[in-house]
């Protein structure tokens, strides 16, 4: 099972400034088989990124995700407010189980 | 546009069972595989099962294998998971999920419903 670990755990940035989150497997994800989630306080996740660096449906193009192997990235450019949320990484291989890192905090402050 | 509504949720004692619904709309639901992911009060996400559009495959979490059962009814547009043998550590909120493909292999989720918490606790 692949083990997915995101730094830093938590991160204050101001309006305007780009936040960059890190997502490190324990092994090589396979076809780039990872994707970024967003989760509001008080509401569900959704979809940022999949397949490592497309954006799903309706996603701003201030999101942006790379990264291949073990080392991914999700890049978010002129922070809003509404950006505060926390962010999860996950692996979605050939066979589950498709685990999830355990987040990064955004803070806009 | 597509809708995950959920129910089933509550307060159940360690031990009891609870089967959970997902209602689906506004896709073809037998074309796509369905999840379960769930979140524990103040932690992070945790995948727990996918079933294949036709019902054919299904795979689970070691945490709850044996215990549940995700399940479907394509004539209903309806996704189920049965919890048995519930313990405390299984209190969440549990989502519904749906897939990008057929048989859920190498697809992350591109929707997901609002939630319903279980509670376990005597």
């Known amino acids: 099972e692949i083990v997915l670990t995101q730094s830093p755990g938590t991160l204050s940035l101001s309006p305007g400034e780009r936040a960059t989150l890190s997502c490190r497997a324990s092994?090589?994800?396979?076809?780039?088989?990872l994707a970024w989630y967003q989760q509001r306080p008080g509401q569900a996740p959704r979809l940022l990124i999949y397949?490592?660096?497309s954006r799903a449906t309706g996603i701003p193009d201030r999101f942006s995700g790379s990264g291949s192997g073990t080392d991914f990235t999700l890049t978010i450019g002129r922070l809003a407010p509404e950006d505060s949320a926390v962010y999860y990484c996950q692996h979605y291989g050939s066979s589950p189980p498709y685990t999830f890192g355990q987040g990064t905090k955004l803070e806009i402050k | 546009e597509v809708q995950l509504v959920e129910s089933g949720g509550g307060l159940v004692q360690p031990g009891g069972s609870l089967r959970l619904s997902c209602a689906a709309s506004?896709?073809?639901?037998?074309?796509?595989?369905m999840g379960w992911v769930r979140q524990a009060p103040g932690k992070g996400l945790e995948w727990v099962s996918l079933?294949?559009?036709?019902?054919?495959?299904?795979h689970y979490a070691d945490s709850v294998k044996g215990r549940f059962t995700v399940s479907r009814d394509n004539s209903r547009n309806t996704v189920y998971l049965q919890m048995n043998s519930l313990r405390a550590e299984d209190t969440a909120v549990y989502y519904c999920v749906k897939q990008i493909n057929y048989y859920g292999a190498g697809s992350h989720h591109d929707f997901w419903g609002q939630g319903t918490m279980v509670t376990v606790s005597s």
């Open positions: 092994q090589s994800v396979s076809s780039s088989y």
């Open positions: 506004g896709f073809t639901f037998s074309s796509y595989a």
């Open positions: 397949d490592a660096s």
């Open positions: 079933i294949s559009g036709g019902a054919t495959t299904t």
